[in-house]
Each structure stands twice: as C-alpha cells, then as structure tokens.
Nanobody
Framework: QEQLVESGGGLVLPGGSLRLSCAAS????????MSWYRQTPGKEREWVGT????????IYPDSVKGRFTISRDTDKNTGYLQMNSLKPEDTAIYYC????????????RGQGTQVTVSS
C-alpha cells in the first residue's frame, strides 16, 4: 500500500523547534518532489516549502524562509521539515505530499500531524 505518514508534531513553546518526518512506503519517494503544507480550520491550506527529487534544491514562502528547512533521506525513503523559531501563527496541521516532477500534479498526501505553538 502506498502511503505517506507524518510524525513529530506536538506542543512547543514560542521560539522552540520541532522536526517533522514524512515516511513513505509502497513507492520510491525520491522520484517525486516533496512539498509540505499546513492548514488551520477556516483557512485555505498554505504551502510551506518544496524540495526536488534529488534534494539539491529547496524553495520556501517568505512566511517561513530562514526558519524552516526541508530535507530528505532517499535511503530511508523519508522527508523532513525542521522548524525553528516557531511562532503561535505556525500552529496548524502539517502534511506532506508527493508530486510529479514533470506535471506538478499531486500523487499522494499524508494524513497530517498537529503542531501547536503556545505558551
């Protein structure tokens, strides 16, 4: 069964850090670009960043640039989202996706993991 499973979410103080993982199974994750998104109730989902198939290039929106880092380990078939200097407005459900590097269409999406930034 092909799936993406996120983990690593939780409650963290403002200014703290978390590392989310996105474990792929049933397919070779490294043949797809990986993107992270986040969503809060009542809002549209927000793109958090993307990494290429080889991991050689990443891109982020201004809202997280300099604080969040995406990486991937092709041997482990897993991707990561390192989040530093977290703010209350980073609170959301975070999920990863696998996208075709050719068409950009979404191939698979994980179920998400909750991140709460609060004192």
């Amino acid at each position: 069964q092909e799936q993406l499973v996120e983990s690593g979410g939780g409650l963290v103080l403002p200014g703290g850090s978390l590392r989310l993982s996105c474990a792929a199974s049933g397919f070779i994750f490294g043949t797809y670009t990986m993107s992270w998104y986040r969503q809060t109730p009542g809002k549209e989902r927000e793109w958090v960043g993307t990494i290429t198939t080889t991991g050689g290039s990443t891109i982020y929106p201004d809202s997280v640039k300099g604080r969040f880092t995406i990486s991937r380990d092709t041997d482990k078939n897993t991707g990561y989202l390192q989040m530093n200097s977290l703010k209350p407005e980073d609170t959301a459900i975070y999920y990863c996706t696998a996208r075709s590097p050719i068409t950009g269409s979404e191939y698979l999406r994980g179920q998400g993991t909750q991140v709460t930034v609060s004192s």
